[in-house]
């Protein structure tokens, strides 16, 4: 596994979700179609794992700042999408993580669909 554990502060159920997973970027504006190219065979990977919707979006106000999202099913969908990675799996998020400039890992987070009242 090549993500971090995610961190929870609250218990969640394994059938609980949906689950959006954002990954935030901050590439010099120079680099964007290099980036653009290689996080679009990201989105391929992520979908091959298990995500139902993929996207990459670029903040309107500050130049560079991109955020990947992607939606899983479920957190245990999720916690089985970390297994699944492969090593060229890695090695391309390795690529697209060359091209952080902030720190080297994107800012990861987890967002969990609201269990109903």
Do not use: C
């Not at 992607?70 to 970390?82: A, I, K, N």
């Amino acid at each position: 596994m090549h993500w971090p554990e995610p961190v929870v502060t609250h218990a969640v159920e394994r059938d609980q979700g949906p689950v959006v997973v954002t990954m935030e970027y901050r590439i010099d504006p120079r680099d964007r179609g290099r980036f653009l190219a290689a996080i679009d065979q990201l989105g391929s990977q992520r979908r091959r794992n298990g995500a139902y919707g993929w996207g990459i979006f670029e903040d309107s106000v500050s130049e560079g700042r991109m955020m990947e999202i992607f939606l899983v099913e479920s957190w245990l969908e999720h916690l089985r999408q970390r297994e699944r990675v492969t090593r060229a799996d890695r090695a391309l998020q390795d690529v697209v993580n060359q091209f952080q400039t902030e720190g080297g890992e994107p800012k990861i987070a987890h967002f969990i669909g609201r269990e109903p009242n």
